[in-house]
């Protein structure tokens, strides 16, 4: 069935490093990948996206790359800040179902 | 503009009794997806709705049902709660006009089942 593999399920990292969270989907057919962060006592909030006509899509320190053959996608944030700290988490859908498929999330840590 | 709204926040309710939960879309907004959130399974969909249609549905027993009315508010029902169903209920909304868009998330209702 459809899934979305995420790790790490933690990572510290220390404020102004980078961070990397990596996912596999399994659905080949999935085309639209989405990135959320989620602070406590929030929903998920929509950080970046990716389309599997593009390879790369970049926004600021946020930058998402796509393997569409090895259906592999990151995420990738550089000079971490402390408001950097959260859950992300990566997923994937595809223009005939509505539904989005979540990996189980990372919890990301900056250390100052 | 707005974002999605839902309401109540938090719920405690007990085992057997039943409960609805709201959601207030993006102005312009037709679909409404529910999501459930717990620690253990993660973020799972439950169901979406386009034009008060149920337009797709995940693997939830029938005791979880929604609708959707015609200024594309929804809501959410559990009937018959269990122990389990405790989770923070999320809901997002789209444009709906084609599948695969980007959805947006309300803040979520925290039910507690006791």
């Known amino acids: 069935g459809e899934n979305v593999e995420q790790h790490p399920s933690t990572l510290s990292v220390q404020e102004g490093d980078s961070a990397v969270i990596k996912c596999t989907y399994s659905?080949?057919?999935?085309?639209?990948f989405p990135w959320y962060k989620q602070e406590l006592g929030k929903g998920p909030q929509l950080i970046i996206d990716?389309?599997?006509?593009?390879g790369e899509k970049k926004d600021q320190r946020i930058a998402v790359t796509l393997n569409k053959t090895a259906k592999h996608f990151s995420l990738h944030i550089t000079e971490t800040q402390p408001e950097d700290s959260a859950v992300y988490f990566c997923a994937a859908s595809k223009t005939s179902a509505s539904k989005i498929i979540f990996g189980s999330g990372t919890r990301l840590s900056i250390r100052p | 503009k707005a974002g999605v709204t839902q309401t109540p926040r938090y719920l405690i309710k007990t085992r057997g009794q039943q409960v609805t939960l709201s959601c207030s879309p993006i102005s312009g907004h037709r679909s409404v997806s529910w999501y459930q959130q717990t620690p253990g399974q993660g973020l799972q969909f439950l169901f979406e709705y386009f034009s008060e249609t149920q337009r797709n549905k995940g693997n939830f027993p029938g005791r979880f049902s929604g609708r959707q009315f015609s200024n594309s508010r929804s809501e959410m029902n559990v009937s018959t709660l269990e122990l389990g169903d405790s989770a923070l209920y999320l809901c997002?909304?789209?444009?709906?006009?084609?599948?695969?868009?980007?959805?947006?998330f309300g803040p979520g209702t925290r039910l507690l089942v006791l």
């Open positions: 659905d080949s057919a999935s085309n639209y």
């Open positions: 997002a909304s789209s444009l709906g006009s084609e599948r695969g868009e980007t959805q947006y």
């Open positions: 990716i389309r599997s006509n593009v």
